[in-house]
């Protein structure tokens, strides 16, 4: 870094003032976490110079033989971590990485089910605000009651009624385990192809703490690597082989399901991939192969679970009445704040959170009724369930006394020392 503050001082402090605030400040948003130093020294490489379009072994261009090698460890790697078939880890990120998905298995105009924004589905799931829900036509379930469930029966008749081609879960919001067999039933039934997006879990499913969609024989799984995964940005499909609809949707092409979603990332989609970041899996995926990757997952559980339990105990109402995962999603104004201002309420204390909807939500996106709380970023940091407890004391505080300042600079100032004894890297000085 020592060229970059000499050469571009603006930026160099910009980096520097980010390094500062994570090191100082709580780090509750749900989808993020600290990179191992080994991966940002991948990411900060060479490797950012190479055009590599097309696959190893199959590329446009020469000189390939290092971005072969890397490309090659991170796709073996990813196989071996989830058990699947085919990966294709060229996704510049998680909304590419479904968009590349649609476009391998469907036509304009097919219908994929998904769930209802609501209630903790993705904006890549078919919001109207995105392009692909002018292209496809999504349709959707809900979660239900106060405990989150999802009525099998129902989702059923969705799907009789409506022909989905992509059955689809995986959600941004949701703190429950999911059952994959009940979904891949229902797509076996109506003919469609079932397809998780486990953005948020992936980690935690590397790990085995959560069920794996593949061993009820999902078609494709789509991920971030950012997330629970603990790697750089980025995004990621995995896959089986065999196309199981290719007589009825596919006659006409030659392709397996690997191959039909290979060609649509690439020449599909994207251009070359981003080598410096594939390279930044590899590592990543490395790491999540270490028996320490698996206490680490049990953990940021464990600190979910504790957390959640302070916070009910306190007084909170939690969707869901807890969490079987790595988050929690408050009804904050049954504390008598909306999202909005607890987001920032909590922002000044030095706690960093996000307003997120609340299932059945009366209240605007923009200031909604919910805050998410993630554990995946400070159990990186190595805190435990005694830290959990007291963050959740200290977010109470905060949010029961809006008013009060000296309140919120005490709880800021706690932060520090908290902080303070679970310090990150220090990679500029
Ligand atoms: C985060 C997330 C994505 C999008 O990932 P980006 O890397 O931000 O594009 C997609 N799906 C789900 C469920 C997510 O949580």
């Known amino acids: 870094m020592r060229t970059l503050r000499e050469i571009d001082p603006d930026v160099y402090n910009a980096v520097v003032g980010e390094e500062r605030r994570e090191n100082t400040g709580l780090e509750l948003i749900a989808s993020e976490n600290y990179v191992s130093k080994a991966v940002i020294e991948a990411m900060a490489s060479v490797l950012t110079n190479k055009y590599s379009e097309g696959y190893p072994g199959k590329r446009y261009y020469g000189g390939q033989e290092f971005t072969d090698l890397v490309e090659n460890l991170a796709i073996e790697r990813?196989?071996?971590?989830f058990h699947a078939e085919h990966v294709n880890v060229q996704p510049l990120s998680g909304a590419p990485a479904n968009i590349a998905v649609y476009f391998a298995l469907l036509n304009p105009g097919d219908v994929v089910l998904g769930m209802d924004l609501g209630h903790g589905g993705h904006l890549t799931h078919g919001?109207?605000?995105?392009?692909?829900?002018?292209?496809?036509?999504?349709?959707?379930y809900k979660t239900h009651g106060t405990d989150g469930h999802f009525d099998f029966d129902e989702i059923r008749q969705i799907a009789l009624k409506e022909k989905p081609k992509i059955i689809l879960c995986g959600y941004s919001c949701y703190p429950r385990d999911l059952d994959y067999n009940a979904f891949q039933e229902i797509a076996d039934e109506v003919g469609a192809y079932t397809m998780m997006d486990m953005a948020h879990i992936a980690g935690l499913i590397a790990a085995k703490e959560m069920n794996d969609p593949f061993k009820a024989r999902f078609d494709v799984v789509t991920t971030t690597t950012h997330k629970t995964l603990r790697g750089p940005r980025g995004g990621m499909i995995l896959s089986r082989t065999e196309d199981r609809y290719h007589d009825k949707y596919n006659k006409d092409s030659k392709k397996n399901l690997a191959q039909m979603i290979d060609s649509s990332v690439f020449p599909g989609f994207q251009g070359g991939p981003h080598m410096h970041q594939i390279a930044g899996k590899a590592v990543a995926f490395g790491e999540a192969l270490k028996p320490d990757f698996k206490n680490y997952a049990a953990q940021i559980r464990k600190?979910?679970?504790?957390?959640?339990?302070?916070?009910?105990?306190?007084?909170?109402?939690?969707?869901?009445?807890?969490?079987?995962?790595h988050l929690m999603l408050a009804d904050i104004t049954k504390l008598g704040l909306t999202g909005k201002e607890a987001q920032n309420l909590l922002d000044e204390a030095g706690i960093t959170l996000n307003k997120n909807a609340y299932p059945d939500d009366t209240r605007p996106p923009t200031d909604p009724s919910g805050i998410r709380i993630g554990t995946p970023a400070i159990t990186?940091?190595?805190?435990?369930?005694?830290?959990?407890?007291?963050?959740?004391?200290?977010?109470?505080?905060?949010?029961?006394?809006?008013?009060?300042?000296?309140?919120?600079?005490?709880?800021?100032?706690d932060v520090f020392d908290l902080t303070a004894k679970f310090p990150l890297y220090k990679l500029y000085k």
């Open 127 to 140: 919001h109207p605000v995105t392009y692909m829900a002018k292209i496809f036509k999504f349709v959707r």
């Open 380 to 413: 990186t940091r190595g805190m435990k369930e005694s830290e959990m407890k007291h963050i959740a004391d200290l977010m109470d505080k905060v949010v029961r006394n809006p008013k009060d300042k000296k309140i919120i600079e005490r709880v800021r100032k």
């Open 78 to 81: 990813a196989k071996k971590l």
């Open 303 to 325: 600190n979910a679970k504790a957390m959640a339990q302070r916070l009910i105990e306190l007084g909170w109402t939690l969707f869901t009445g807890g969490t079987e995962n």
